[in-house]
T-cell receptor
Framework: DGGITQSPKYLFRKEGQNVTLSCEQNLNHDAMYWYRQDPGQGLRLIYYSQIVNDFQKGDIAEGYSVSREKKESFPLTVTSAQKNPTAFYLC??????????????FGQGTRLTVV | AQKITQTQPGMFVQEKEAVTLDCTYDTSDPSYGLFWYKQPSSGEMIFLIYQGSYDQQNATEGRYSLNFQKARKSANLVISASQLGDSAMYFCAMREGSGSRLTFGEGTQLTVNP
């Protein structure tokens, strides 16, 4: 079945450590996204990528880094510079091109807790 | 600047009644798309409905319809005949022009009462 896989579902890390969240899609989508969601809040865009080897900062990129070496993969690294990393992280992908009506498909999310 | 605004943090509706969730947006691009998503307590994001800026008619998908008022820059979601399973967080989102950036609002928590 085609879809987006985020792993792990739950992740615990000590303060000051970098951690990488995985996002893989087999939908052959060009665009991929990372969002952060805090309890009871909306989705805030961290980074997005329209094509391989290219990505753009979203609204809250500070303390995060990404790479897009393969079309299927868009890993997110939460660095020690991120002051409040505990949150729910959602990855999404969308069929690229100029068509406006292509919706984004989401993974199940990774809940990161930093202690 | 906030481009998507959802002014209702929480809404309550009786089962079988209709409910409207508000969404206003801000853009100078004549070409844009508006999306609504549902997020149950499990956290998954479920796509509900899409409205394009050039669409002449309001979008409908089953019990979901979109009240699109272009001049007012609003794209309100109407859910008819509410069901208990409709209780969830609802998000409005926008994509501008031919770009890939997809921006979400703060969301509205809908509770359907039996």
């Amino acid at each position: 079945d085609g879809g987006i896989t985020q792993s792990p579902k739950y992740l615990f890390r000590k303060e000051g450590q970098n951690v990488t969240l995985s996002c893989e899609q087999n939908l052959n989508h060009d665009a991929m996204y990372w969002y952060r969601q805090d309890p009871g809040q909306g989705l805030r865009l961290i980074y997005y990528s329209q094509i391989v080897n290219d990505f753009q900062k979203g609204d809250i990129a500070e303390g995060y880094s990404v790479s897009r070496e393969k079309k299927e993969s868009f890993p997110l690294t939460v660095t020690s510079a991120q002051k409040n990393p505990t949150a729910f992280y959602l990855c999404a992908s969308r069929d690229g091109g100029t068509l406006m009506n292509t919706e984004a498909f989401f993974g199940q999310g990774t809940r990161l807790t930093v202690v | 600047a906030q481009k998507i605004t959802q002014t209702q943090p929480g809404m309550f509706v009786q089962e079988k009644e209709a409910v409207t969730l508000d969404c206003t947006y801000d853009t100078s691009d004549p070409s844009y798309g508006l999306f609504w998503y549902k997020q149950p307590s499990s956290g998954e994001m479920i796509f509900l409905i899409y409205q394009g800026s050039y669409d002449q008619q309001n979008a409908t998908e089953g019990r979901y319809s979109l009240n699109f008022q272009k001049a007012r820059k609003s794209a309100n979601l109407v859910i008819s005949a509410s069901q208990l399973g409709d209780s969830a967080m609802y998000f409005c989102a926008m994509r501008e022009g031919s770009g890939s950036r997809l921006t979400f609002g703060e969301g509205t928590q809908l509770t359907v009462n039996p």
